[in-house]
């Protein structure tokens, strides 16, 4: 099997080709048909698509300029079809400026141009491929600890690199979240052309937004092409791993698919555990004492059948948006009991096959697949963080940020409202106070609308005293029957690492040095912890820019340049300095106190105990990844 298709020689007539563009994309496929074909006289003033407005559909482009630019794409097709493609004239990096002028009226400034070639990644390269190998003079091998989609990305940085290494998994299979997670309607929520290795491309996703079994399908056929499977211990749990500073070696002490318990020597550790990986159930009294079948999203019980029963779903967050519509047809009443409103995100497509002509053309114009990408990567992302960022001047802080803030606010007001017409009593609970961007924004297609006014479904907003052997009962001592209790209560996002124990110089514990509040160089390493790297660590989730994939390419890339250093200069161990640490750390807590998600005092998982925000990403996407090009070997003590 093979993740990027290769692309196939046009051989359609000229009807199926006009059939097909009847389903393009067009803001994409005239960039992919200039790029390919190498006339940039393509690229048309008078079909430029105007000011971006998110989402909406051919990138707002009028009927007339669709029709224009299907006329051209269509001579296009047919001059490949019958004279091949010709060889490339102009440089990748002259065709980034003139598409991206194009599709934004200025071309992209010279600093984004390399980060720009990376994310492209066209034709059969892949420009983050570790430039060097191991020459196996030096003893050295790393343990990777999780093969989700983190892990399995540092894997095959790190056997590209010729390093030894072997990831060791708790679970029977690959693909973390994506394996664990099997609700009804798991899905993910970025496009995934986006959501997917920059590297390995796939060209023939059947939906916009896969479902869990076929991105769980995905990384498992990554595995299979990149040759992991044999480097992979699945059903092995990784307990503690300790540093030994005399020798500089990492002691990973793992519990075997038997029992036993074994320990492995590594002089790196790569953490690839995730945030969202350990289930949080809710502190309400009396959980315990509840009678029926009760379990969390992430560990949905396949066994208990919902038809005809009574079920009430604490929580209505990213999880629980998606499996609530998916069982309110099954079940005979259904209590969702919500504790703060989400804001939705118009998406049309969310639930969509991508249609036949669209597959059709993804399959036969070379790149069309990676300049759909871009479109996404380019339009989606830093564009958004200006509505996220607080105007300290703006004066009406509860409601919003500031005045873009403000008219995003408006929009997604708007799209409520439109939704809810005719039932003010639910407009009234759904109607977010809070900022939004200030918690993740849900993407919708209006499916969560039509469940919560189905007559079986009760949406609650009262705040919850207990739970009884037969159900809820809520602030107004009301209890509420139910046979099922499904928790959508989200994850121990902050308690990093846990339940591993993890001790650095010194036999110093890392979440005793954390006490509860995580904190990393660049979201990973930590002082004291020498050749330990996290990836997805504290700090590197986003929340309105870009796909979580871009972070941990990011985080990868950094990491081989850390090893790298290792090798090339025999140090045989590197320690994060404190002063280093403290002062990134410094600018990432007031970079976040001036995003919606740092400012608002609503409730999310991107805060900790202390109301730190330890879990995001404050800035755009192009400072990330030029600070983790490389690491500066002056931010660190060498063993
Ligand atoms: P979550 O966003 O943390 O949502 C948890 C929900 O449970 C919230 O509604 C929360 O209310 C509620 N809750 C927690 N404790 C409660 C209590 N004691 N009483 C009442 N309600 C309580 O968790 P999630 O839905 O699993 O999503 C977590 C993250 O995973 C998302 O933000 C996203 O990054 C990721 N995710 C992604 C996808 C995707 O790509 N498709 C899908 C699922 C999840 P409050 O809001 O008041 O805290």
């Known amino acids: 099997m093979s993740i990027s298709r290769a692309i196939e020689p046009i051989t359609a007539d000229d009807d199926a080709i006009r059939a097909a563009l009847g389903d393009a994309f067009l803001p994409a496929l005239i960039p992919a048909l200039a790029q390919v074909t190498g006339d940039l006289s393509l690229l048309r003033e ?75 990644a066209p034709g059969d390269e892949d420009p983050r491929a570790p430039k060097w190998r191991y020459d196996g003079k030096t003893p050295f091998h790393v343990v990777i600890i999780g093969a989700g989609m983190s ?61 869990q079994g076929v991105l769980l399908e995905y990384f498992r056929d990554c595995v299979v092409e990149y040759g992991l499977r044999d480097q992979i211990r699945f059903n092995t749990e990784v307990l503690s791993a300790a540093f030994d500073e005399q020798r500089c070696v990492w002691s990973v002490r793992v519990r075997t698919p038997d029992g036993r318990e074994e320990s492995i020597e590594a002089q790196a550790v790569i953490s690839a555990v995730g945030q969202l990986n350990r289930p949080k159930l ?23 059948d919902l038809k005809g029963k009574r079920v009430a779903v604490i929580g209505t967050g990213a999880s629980a948006a998606q499996f609530i519509p998916l069982i309110a047809n099954d079940v005979a009443e259904l209590d969702i009991y919500q504790r703060t409103a989400n804001w939705f995100f118009p998406a049309p497509t969310y639930h969509d096959d991508v249609p036949a002509g669209l597959s059709w053309l993804f399959l036969h114009v070379p790149h069309y697949m990676h300049w759909y990408r871009f479109w996404l990567f380019w339009n989606s992302t830093d564009g958004l963080l200006p509505a996220a960022t607080v105007d300290p001047a703006w004066p009406h802080p509860d409601r919003a940020v500031s005045e873009a803030n403000d008219q995003v606010r408006a929009l997604l007001t708007m799209y409520l409202q439109a939704q809810y017409a005719g039932r003010p009593d639910l407009l ?32 609650i907003t009262d705040a919850i005293n207990e739970i009884t052997p037969n159900g809820v009962v809520t602030a107004d001592d009301e209890e509420r029957a139910a046979d099922v209790i499904i928790y959508g209560t989200g994850f121990q996002a902050s308690r990093f690492l846990t339940p591993m124990k993890v001790t650095g110089r010194g036999g110093v514990d890392i979440n005793e040095q954390w006490d509860g509040d995580a904190r990393a160089y660049m979201g990973i390493t930590v002082p004291n912890f020498p050749n330990f790297f996290m990836l997805y660590g504290p700090n590197t989730n986003i929340v309105v820019n870009g796909s979580i994939i871009f972070f941990s390419e990011c985080e990868v890339q950094y990491v081989l340049g850390c090893l790298h250093l290792l090798l090339e200069e025999g140090h045989r161990a590197m320690d994060c300095k404190q002063a280093v640490h403290d002062a990134y750390n410094a600018r990432i807590d007031a970079a976040n106190r001036l995003r919606t998600w740092g400012a608002s005092s609503v409730n999310s998982w991107y805060k900790n105990d202390r109301g730190r925000v330890a879990q995001n990403w404050p800035g755009n996407l192009i400072e990330y990844w030029q600070q983790t090009v490389a690491p500066n070997p002056a931010d660190y003590a060498f063993l």
Do not use: C
């Open 282 to 304: 809710p502190e309400i009294a009396g959980r315990d004492a509840f009678a029926g079948p009760s379990f969390h999203s992430a560990r949905w019980d396949h066994s208990v």
């Open 151 to 211: 892990g399995i990305l540092a894997a095959i940085r790190v056997k590209q690199a010729g390093v030894p290494f072997v990831v060791i998994e708790k679970n029977e299979d690959v693909g973390g979240t994506w394996f664990e997670n099997t609700y009804p309607g798991a899905r993910v929520d970025v496009s995934n052309a986006f959501y997917s290795y920059s590297f390995a491309q796939k060209m023939d996703w059947p939906k916009f937004f896969s479902p």
């Open 46 to 120: 008078d079909l430029r698509p105007p000011a971006m407005v998110p989402g909406a559909p051919q990138g707002g482009m009028s009927d007339s300029q669709q029709a224009a630019a299907k006329a051209l794409a269509f001579e296009a097709l047919k001059a490949i079809r019958d004279g091949g493609v010709p060889a490339p004239t102009h440089s990748i990096e002259d065709d980034l400026r003139a598409i991206t002028g194009w599709m934004n009226g200025t071309p992209a400034s010279d600093e984004y141009i390399p980060l720009l070639v990376e994310e492209l």
């Open 428 to 459: 009234a609970k759904i109607l977010p106070s809070y900022p939004p961007t200030a918690k993740r924004v849900l993407i919708d297609n209006g499916a969560w609308a039509e469940t919560v006014k189905r007559e079986n479904v009760h949406l």
